[in-house]
């Protein structure tokens, strides 16, 4: 997919006729060179077209539209509030538009993986009476090709591939349990379409995990992940944001926790971080009591990409990441 530009022109009018006349001419100066810059770049999709030339005369009309004739500071203002707005209304429908195909791209992927599971059964019932001999007597198999094109999978009722490792998130997800002589919470995360995310997303765009309370009335956390950083490598971090219950909680946060991602082959071998203690580790800023939003994360993990592509850590273009919390000894 080639990559759109949006870009907004802000045009401010002089008072003076002159003036304005000499700012016009600098601005429609600008929007030429733009356009001859980028007039090449274009971003199609089957159900979605965006040209960059059509985005600058919608951002200069815009512009032009909501700033005309304005001199007063407080009014200058108020046009630009009312600007941002747009332009933020604008870029949401954008956003929309490219969740929407993400959405029915894993809707076709799983559909497809239902039928080569199908197809698979198929053909294994076939197999009894499609075997043949060669010069030396050896049974063929005409299938085999086959088996490398679609490899046996387990799929359940959903078409999602059923991970090796799917019992344990089931019965501990989202629970508190002992371990390791501890009484801990674990949450897990998968993160899906992990392949595309590394090859094409930014370095500086992230996904976040949803909001999770650790235990009840308790502290609320999150996880991020930025599947690309510098082109070669995954970052996962972990941070605190506002809950319902803060007022009663001792603050700074003290819970020490770690984050695994599960090798969802057999025998598996996890990437696992070092345990954290938010009493060792940063500022009692990134672990104080969360006023707005989300705190700014403070510790994370690390690697390169081809260790997440090495064993089974990705397993149906997926991987699934634990956090672990440590409550009580």
Not at 61 to 79: D, W
Not at 272 to 301: A, F, I, K, M
């Amino acid at each position: 997919m080639e990559r759109a530009v949006l870009l907004c022109v802000v045009l401010l009018l002089p008072c003076s006729p002159a003036e304005r006349q000499q700012g016009n001419e600098e601005i429609e100066s600008m929007i030429s060179q733009l356009r001859h810059a980028s007039a090449a770049e274009v971003q199609s999709l089957r159900y979605c077209k965006i040209s960059t030339p059509d985005l600058l005369a919608t951002a200069q009309s815009t512009a032009n539209r909501v700033l005309q004739g304005v001199c007063n500071p407080r009014e200058l203002n108020e046009r630009f509030a009312a600007l941002q707005k747009q332009v933020v209304d604008q870029f949401n429908v954008l956003q929309s538009m490219v969740v929407s195909i993400e959405d029915q791209l894993r809707t076709q992927d799983k559909q497809m993986k239902k039928h080569h599971s199908k197809l698979r059964q198929a053909i294994g019932s076939m197999r009894g009476g499609s075997e043949g001999a060669d010069e030396a007597g050896r049974g063929i198999d005409f299938f085999d090709d086959l088996d490398d094109l679609y490899p046996s999978m387990s799929v359940n009722s959903s078409g999602e591939v059923v991970s090796p490792r799917d019992t344990e998130i089931d019965r501990y997800n989202s629970t508190m349990h002992q371990e390791d002589g501890w009484r801990v919470f674990t949450y897990y995360w998968r993160v899906r379409d992990i392949n595309y995310k590394m090859r094409n997303w930014g370095g500086r765009r992230s996904l976040r995990s949803e909001s999770f309370y650790i235990f009840q009335n308790g502290y609320r956390m999150y996880m991020r992940i930025y599947p690309n950083q510098r082109g070669e490598n995954v970052y996962i971090h972990v941070g605190l944001t506002e809950g319902d219950y803060d007022a009663n909680l001792d603050w700074p946060f003290k819970l020490k926790h770690r984050i695994h991602i599960l090798d969802q082959g057999s025998p598996s071998e996890d990437i696992v971080s070092r345990v954290w203690d938010p009493t060792q580790l940063c500022s009692g800023w990134h672990w104080r009591r969360p006023e707005s939003g989300d705190n700014y994360e403070c510790v994370g993990l690390g690697f390169e990409q081809l260790l997440l592509r090495s064993r089974s850590y990705i397993h149906d273009d997926s991987i699934v990441i634990r956090l672990t919390v440590f409550l009580a000894q």
